[in-house]
């Protein structure tokens, strides 16, 4: 009921029907995905969790463009991506979607204003533009005094904060977010988790793939995978009156 | 957006310094041994060319023939046969341009307390022209000296070093077989002839006054041998056949008799040689450019190992939105990079190894600016020749293998 509620208010982003996904391996056919009904709304915060091999990890892969399905249709802001070409799935991710991976995954050679300005060289940015854009995205994740470092030189939850700045540096309706946690400490782990809730006020919307119940307690919504499909999805509740009393 | 992808390509190669200095290393010496051969090829193309040139170009000899006295046949050139008419008889055929009829002879000159034996040549002014050879100072004998068997003289340069010194030999006079003759021009040194003869070590004095009175042939009149000069290379063939009919006609040879005179065609020397030289700097080429071929596939290998390398950041780059092309660009612009400065390297090695050859060897050698930018032509292409397939591999990388890759 709540879900219809947010509707009214809120754009569809992600509308997934019937999506399928098969690996073909010498040992057979294997489902990865079977039949996965999800939609969500633009400004919501879901957080995706499951087992090892749920599936988890391949339906983040296809909702940021990295993979194709099998069957099934993925509209993302109202585009079929299925329909998209290489490089307008290229400039998708560039534009739409940010990644953080639970590797952090920054370019090690890499100083950190460059690694957060690099989506902007392939969005075609100048380069005064870049620096500017990138210093003011690194000053919002507290590393305004670490731009010229390296990424072998700073902390594990500073390099995700770099990763996030990098994602956030064009503007991205969505980011995704694959175990952002999973190699850092319980208290960094906080920290990385109230910068994501931040942005989630700002209107970004958000998906949070982990294990980990009190990690994905921060989000407003629980989608839990198993065995390649969707077996639980509820929203929590102070969240779920939050989005009605601003329906009303 | 290229020139940060410029600045990519050079930090890659700043991270793996050694590696990217062996890489460069095959491109180096390919591109410096073909700038070093091509120059050395080219300057002995050059130095056979300035000799075909010293000795004119598209010449005949016509040499008298041989006689036989008592049963012993003297060589070539040593019987009276051919005459200044015959020479003024060629001269109006076609395609002729210049005929000079020359006879040789040893003779001692003197100048002062020095002697010097050398070869004395009479001829006629057109000798000159024939063998493009000018005057360093002074001026030629003229028709009238011709006509009236004057006793003056152009010396070479061998022949004034050896007598003269450093005393101005212009208008001096020097004796040549007890004849006093005035010197009127230095003839411009020529060097070595092809057969390494010094073509300087002579004395170019009238036709007329060598016949009277210095060589004293046997009939007036006769010469040695008649230099013709063709107007075209392709008339050559025409001109030599024309000379033999016109010779055989005046001589009153019969046909199927032997011929009392020889005609040399001196071009197919200067051309074989030129050939000789032409092919020796293909084959430097040949063997260089092997070398060059070999510092491309080294970039290649090394372009292979770097995609595998960094499968990862691959992945990263089109996770945040790099499209298959900027990917491509990435790889191909670091092999181009490494080829082009490779090639630089390459070049300043090369032109200063041809220098070292110039000076220790006293070869000639020509960099021209043909063959740099051939080279440099030849690099920019072997790094997109051989950078394409490794960056097209990277660029098929798919994403999610390549974030997994580890």
Known sequence: ?248 | MFSAMLGEAWRAMGANRLRTFLTMLGMVIGVASVVLMMAVGQGAQESVKQSINAMGSNLFIVLSGSFTAGGVRSGSGNSSTLTVVDANAISELDGVANVAPISTGGGQAVFGSNNWSTTITGTTPAYLNIRSWELEDGFVFSASDMRSATRVALVGKTVVDNIFGDIDPIGKTIRIKQNPFIVLGVLKSKGQSLDGRDQDDTIVIPLTTAQRKILGNQFAGSVRQIIVQATTPEMMPMVEQNINALLHQRHKIRDGADSDFFVRNLTAVANSAAETTRTMSLLLGAIASVSLLVGGIGIMNIMLVSVTERTREIGIRMAIGARERDILLQFLLEAIVISVIGCLIGLALGISGAMLVNKLAQAAVVISGNSVLIAFGVAASVGVFFGYYPARKAARLNPIEALRFQ
């Not at chain 1, 072998?152 to 980011?175: C, D, E, K, T």
């Not at chain 1, 970004?204 to 629980?222: D, P, Y």
């Open chain 1, 1 to 248: 009921m709540a879900q219809s509620l947010a509707k009214k208010i809120n754009k569809n982003l992600v509308d997934v029907r019937d999506l399928h996904k098969d690996y073909y391996t010498v040992a057979g056919t294997i489902s990865v995905l079977k039949q996965v009904n999800f939609s969500m709304d633009t400004g919501d915060y879901v957080a995706i969790m499951g087992p090892s091999g749920s599936g988890k990890s391949t339906f983040m892969n296809i909702l940021g463009c990295l993979d194709q399905p099998t069957s099934g249709e993925y509209a993302l802001d109202g585009n079929q991506v299925a329909k998209l070409s290489a490089n307008a799935l290229a400039q998708t991710r560039n534009q739409t979607i940010g990644f953080v991976f639970q590797g952090f995954n920054l370019l090690s050679r890499v100083n950190l204003i460059d690694n957060v300005a690099l989506p902007l060289v392939y969005a075609g940015v100048e380069k005064t533009e870049r620096q500017a854009r990138a210093k003011v995205l690194l000053k919002k994740v507290g590393l305004e005094l670490h731009m010229q470092s390296m990424p072998n030189q700073i902390s594990g939850g500073q390099q995700q904060r770099v990763a996030i700045a990098r994602a956030l540096i064009n503007n991205p309706r969505l980011i995704l977010a694959d175990e952002p946690t999973g190699n850092l400490d319980s208290s960094t782990s906080e920290e990385i988790m109230a910068l994501f809730s931040e942005l989630n006020q700002d209107g970004i919307s958000i998906i949070l793939v982990t294990h980990e119940t009190e990690i994905a307690a921060h989000a407003s919504r629980q989608v839990r995978f198993l065995d390649g499909r969707i077996v639980q999805d509820e929203r929590s509740k102070e969240i779920t009156s939050r989005l009605s009393m601003e329906a009303s």
